[in-house]
Each structure stands twice: as structure tokens, then as C-alpha cells.
Nanobody, 123 residues
Framework: QVQLVESGGGLVQAGGSLRLSCAAS????????MGWFRQAPGQEREFVGT????????SYADSVKGRFTISRENAKNTVYLQMNSLKPEDTAVYYC????????????????WGQGTQVTVSS
């Protein structure tokens, strides 16, 4: 079956960096646009960014634009989220998701989800 497994979360001080990874299995990875979403306690899940099937196009939420970068390695079935200049408001559980043959910014557009990884940014 399809599995998306996130890793790389943790505790970091404000201004620091983290790189999240999402390893996919059970699907033809190159046929899926990939997205990152996050959910903070008591808040709805929100879009972070997305990357096209071949990785040539990305789009980001305004709140992370210029600080976060999404990339992918189709040969490794893996998508990454590089997070720089982290702020306490970036604290959340981060999820990767896969969308067949397209990308999107709405979570209901995605077919598969990972279990999430916690990112905590201290002030």
C-alpha cells in the first residue's frame, strides 16, 4: 500500500534551520505532485507549499515564501522541505501529501498523506 513517511522534525531555536524529508513507497512517485502542509495546535491544517511532478515548479504560502524551499528526488522517491529562518509561529506538525498528476494548495485535493512530523521552534 501507499506510504508517505516524514522525518527530520525536532526542536530548533528561532532563526535556525531544519530539513524535512518525506519518503514515498507503493506509488509511482514521478506521477504525483507533492505538497507540504502543517497544523498547529487548535488550528486548521494549512498549505505550506507544493512541487510539480518533475520538480520544475513550486508554489508557497505567503507566510513561508523566501524562507522555505521544496525539492524532490524522483530517483529516491523523496521530497524535501528546507526550512530556514524559522520562527516560533512555524511550530506545527508538518505533513507531506501526494496528488495524482497535479499539484494544489487545498488539502482535499490530495490522495495520500503521511503521519506527520513535529517541528517546534523556541523563541
Amino acid at each position: 500500500q501507499v506510504q508517505l513517511v516524514e522525518s527530520g522534525g525536532g526542536l530548533v531555536q528561532a532563526g535556525g534551520s531544519l530539513r524535512l524529508s518525506c519518503a514515498a513507497s507503493g506509488l509511482t512517485f514521478k506521477n504525483y505532485g507533492m505538497g507540504w502542509f502543517r497544523q498547529a495546535p487548535g488550528q486548521e491544517r494549512e498549505f505550506v507549499g507544493t512541487i510539480s511532478l518533475a520538480g520544475g515548479w513550486t508554489s508557497y504560502a505567503d507566510s513561508v515564501k523566501g524562507r522555505f524551499t521544496i525539492s524532490r528526488e524522483n530517483a529516491k522517491n523523496t521530497v524535501y522541505l528546507q526550512m530556514n529562518s524559522l520562527k516560533p509561529e512555524d511550530t506545527a506538525v508538518y505533513y507531506c501529501a501526494a496528488k495524482f498528476l497535479n499539484t494544489g494548495s487545498r488539502d482535499d485535493q490530495y490522495n495520500y498523506w503521511g503521519q506527520g512530523t513535529q517541528v517546534t521552534v523556541s523563541s
